[in-house]
């Protein structure tokens, strides 16, 4: 399974179920690995920065202030960095996308907003960077039906002549005692027609959990299905196995592709176990095993990890290009309003570390800074002195520290931050 359709699958569980609340911990970093034939080699990492009292994980938005993304090659160099503001009371009105530029941040793209209650009470704007100003490129316009449900989005691409309407997505919703429906279709104004269209199904009236979702397009005179998915679930609202087909225009029949099976739940709801199969049209057909991931939570039911295998025919096994995801979090108090004696935030990660601890700090006035990593007989085993600014990026490589329990202090004019650490070389 990609990380986009992870994602979405544990958004859809998440809905479902309201035990897997994730108030009070929150996401602060994320590593992955590919295995490249004898060892996992790290392939990116991401550290999440947020205000005192904002929050998210992999199933809630992300509501960070900064998230920057680093890459490894011969070193970890900068790739992405995604700056967000806010209004006083929470709402997103600005995203701001870029990337690094051998030795400075570039910007690409930005994405502003208004917001209230979860809706967008404006267009979504979108502007591209052009190196000397910023740019419209498309608006995104929001209505919804008196359930809080959207009911269409329409898109307008900035032109010559300013913003034309070019396409729009419309949202239908059915009910009913025990199957309610909806369909979303894409329709191009320069084209004068639709030509895309997804049917769903629920098993309950009020759209908990998925039954069906049927995905097609408009050849011109009608719809044409493409794919679908079916899901199935246990008695205690468990997602156990979700079903991929592609529709056969010759047979009229729907072809099985790809079974997807879950088990192991935690109390949340969470799988521990994802084995996927693909069908093999040999003879009357049967499903056979083609990859496996493990998954471990923590106590909020967030992801801690995700470890990929492949089928070896016997076994299942580390093969070339299999992943492995680690996933950090920390405690927080999603009421707190924050303080103005909080002049520092401070973030590291992963923990525990392998060879490199990343440390994020964020000042409200800009301080130089001592960072000082301790052993647990108090001994200092690292230090450095970091210039004044209000935002430091930066790494201590623990390659050549012996595994076990330690802390780093950061210490600036008026504040000072500890947090214990773990080493692991695992």
């Not at 997103?92 to 994405?111: F, K």
């Not at 070019?166 to 429906?181: C, H, I, K, L, P």
């Not at 790809?258 to 003879?283: K, N, V």
């Amino acid at each position: 399974m990609n990380n986009i359709a992870l994602i979405l699958l544990l958004h859809i569980i998440v809905l479902s179920h309201e035990k897997a609340n994730a108030q009070g911990s929150r996401l602060i970093g994320r590593a992955n690995y590919v295995w490249t034939g004898s060892a996992y080699v790290p392939i990116d990492t991401t550290g999440y920065f947020y205000a005192t009292h904002r929050g998210g994980d992999l199933c809630h938005p992300l509501n960070f202030d900064s998230a920057i993304t680093k890459v490894y090659g011969s070193s970890l160099t900068n790739y992405k960095r995604i700056l967000k503001t806010y209004t006083g009371s929470g709402s997103l009105t600005r995203a701001t996308t870029s990337t690094w530029n051998a030795s400075t941040w570039r910007d690409s793209c930005r994405h502003s907003m208004t917001s209230s209650g979860g809706h967008l009470t404006s267009p979504l704007l979108c502007e591209t960077w052009s190196g000397t100003s910023w740019d419209s490129a498309y608006k995104k316009v929001f209505t919804y039906v008196t359930s809080g449900d959207i009911l269409n989005v329409k898109r307008y691409a900035y032109t010559s002549s300013g913003f034309v309407l070019d396409s729009e997505r419309v949202f239908t919703y059915g009910a009913g005692t025990t199957n309610s429906q909806g369909q979303q279709y894409d329709f191009d104004y320069e084209q004068g027609t639709f030509y895309n269209t997804n049917d769903y199904s629920y098993t309950v009236p009020n759209r908990e959990l998925f039954a069906t979702s049927t995905h097609g397009y408009w050849s011109g005179s009608t719809i044409v299905y493409c794919f679908r998915y079916n899901y199935n679930y246990d008695g205690s609202g468990n997602l156990i196995t979700k079903t991929f087909q592609v529709y056969n225009a010759t047979t009229g029949a729907w072809d099985n592709k790809r079974l997807f099976t879950y088990s192991s739940f935690t109390t949340g709801h969470m799988p521990l176990l994802e084995i996927d199969m693909q069908w093999d049209t040999t003879g009357a057909g049967f499903w056979y095993n083609y990859e496996k991931f493990d998954y471990t939570y923590n106590s909020f039911n967030q992801m801690t990890s995700r470890t990929g295998y492949a089928w070896s025919g016997s076994a299942w096994a580390y093969a070339l290009g299999q992943s492995l995801s680690y996933y950090y979090y920390e405690g927080y108090n999603p009421l707190a309003v924050a303080s103005k004696d909080e002049t520092m935030q401070l973030s590291i990660f992963p923990n525990p570390a392998k060879d490199v601890l990343h440390i994020s700090i964020q000042q409200t006035e800009p301080a130089a800074l001592t960072i000082a990593l301790y052993d647990m007989a108090g001994r200092e085993v690292f230090e450095a002195n970091i210039a004044a600014k209000s935002k430091t990026e930066t790494n201590i490589h623990t390659t050549h520290l012996p595994a076990g329990n330690y802390v780093v202090k950061v210490t600036g004019r008026d504040s000072a931050r500890s947090e214990k650490v773990i080493i692991s070389h695992q």
